[in-house]
């Protein structure tokens, strides 16, 4: 089993930044490939990055990219998105998710084992 503890959300400005982290606990963290998702009020839960075990990132082709960065630190068991230029587009609950080391990156929800309970994130306009 591997545990995950999203933190970091809140209210922000539109334009502002904010850090999510996802601090894992229970298994080896870098045998796992790592993913953040989210879910806006009525829609379903997207892709927006994921990273791998040895440090490879995909980024949804969406609005985020370019503005969204996910990281690891392996010592520390946590995955990190960074979030600029926010908009109240990116207002959702976001979800970090947790998915067996493979080297093709995990873009799917099926794909991913262990979920966190979610951060919400709240872009005022």
């Known amino acids: 089993q591997v545990q995950l503890v999203e933190s970091g959300g809140g209210l922000v400005q539109a334009g502002g930044s904010l850090r999510l982290s996802c601090a894992a606990s229970?298994?080896?963290?870098?045998?796992?490939?790592m993913g953040w998702f989210r879910q806006a009020p009525g829609k379903e839960r997207e892709f927006v990055a994921t990273?791998?075990?040895?440090?490879?990132?995909?980024y949804s082709p969406g609005s985020t990219k370019g503005r969204f960065t996910i990281s690891r630190d392996n010592a520390k068991n946590t995955v990190y998105l960074q979030m600029n230029s926010l908009k109240p587009e990116d207002t959702a609950v976001y979800y970090c998710?947790?998915?067996?080391?493979?080297?093709?990156?995990?873009?799917?929800?099926?794909?991913?084992?262990?979920w966190g309970q979610g951060t919400q994130v709240t872009v005022s306009s």
């Open positions: 998710a947790a998915g067996t080391a493979q080297v093709r990156p995990k873009t799917r929800e099926y794909e991913y084992d262990y």
């Open positions: 229970g298994r080896t963290f870098s045998n796992y490939n």
């Open positions: 990273i791998s075990w040895i440090g490879g990132t995909t």
